[in-house]
């Protein structure tokens, strides 16, 4: 079973700074999440990544394959933001899906 | 396309009674899932299946039943509610093939409440 490591736990950020999560994995895979869920909310797919780098407004997602290790940025960061953010990874097995515990954001305006 | 729709959001139940609560998917994914979120935590499988028939338990099986009879629908069961089964529950589903992954799909969560 997949190993799933977020960094950090919890991140309190003022508004407009540069925000780095990482996630590193033990095990090969053939795709990873980034999930974004806000405080009572539903749990929405922010990227899907099997190689290089993809870009959504803010949000920048990156995976190293052979590091076995993908990070989220956020630019010019913005109270709205503010929600916990899960890596999920995905092997080729059908029970192979693992989420890291997620990374606990808050932006202060 | 609705993507993945769980019903009902909310639900409250005594002790001993049972439930269903439902999920269908509209993007003929072959995978599906079923979770449950304890507050301040993270995600326990349930039960997966990886097409219509196939079933199987993940971490936290027991109270909980599931069938899977098409594609589309993967509805899970309580039996005999507890008090530990109050949660949050999602429903999500994705398709994992040769050359091709789809985006993993959450449900919108049931917040079931047992007293």
């Known amino acids: 079973k997949n190993e799933v490591e977020q960094s950090p736990q919890n991140l309190t950020a003022q508004e407009g700074e540069f925000i780095t999560i990482n996630c590193s994995y033990s095990?090969?895979?053939?795709?990873l999440h980034w999930l974004q869920q806000h405080p009572g909310g539903g749990i929405v797919s922010l990227f899907m990544?099997?190689?290089g780098k993809k870009k959504h407004g803010r949000l920048i997602a990156t995976i190293n394959i052979q590091e076995k290790h993908s990070s989220l940025h956020i630019t010019a960061s913005h109270p709205r933001d503010s929600a916990v953010y899960i890596c999920?990874?995905?092997?080729?097995?059908?029970?192979?899906?693992?989420f890291g515990k997620g990374t606990h954001l808050i932006i202060q305006p | 396309n609705a993507g993945v729709t769980q019903t009902p959001k909310f639900r409250i139940l005594k002790i001993g009674q049972s439930m269903t609560l439902q999920c269908t998917q509209d993007?003929?994914?072959?995978?599906m899932y079923w979770y449950r979120q304890d507050p301040g935590m993270g995600l326990k499988l349930i039960y997966y299946s990886v097409g219509a028939g196939i079933t199987d338990k993940g971490e936290v099986p027991n109270g909980y039943n599931v069938s899977r009879s098409t594609t589309e629908d993967f509805p899970l069961r309580l039996e005999l509610a507890a008090p530990s089964q109050t949660s949050v529950y999602f429903c999500?589903?994705?398709?994992?093939?040769?050359?091709?992954?789809?985006?993993?799909?959450f449900g919108n969560g049931t917040r079931l409440t047992v007293t």
């Open positions: 990544l099997s190689s």
């Open positions: 993007m003929n994914h072959n995978y």
């Open positions: 095990v090969g895979i053939s795709a």
């Open positions: 999500a589903s994705y398709s994992l093939g040769t050359g091709y992954n789809s985006p993993l799909h």
């Open positions: 999920a990874v995905i092997e080729g097995g059908a029970d192979g899906l693992t």
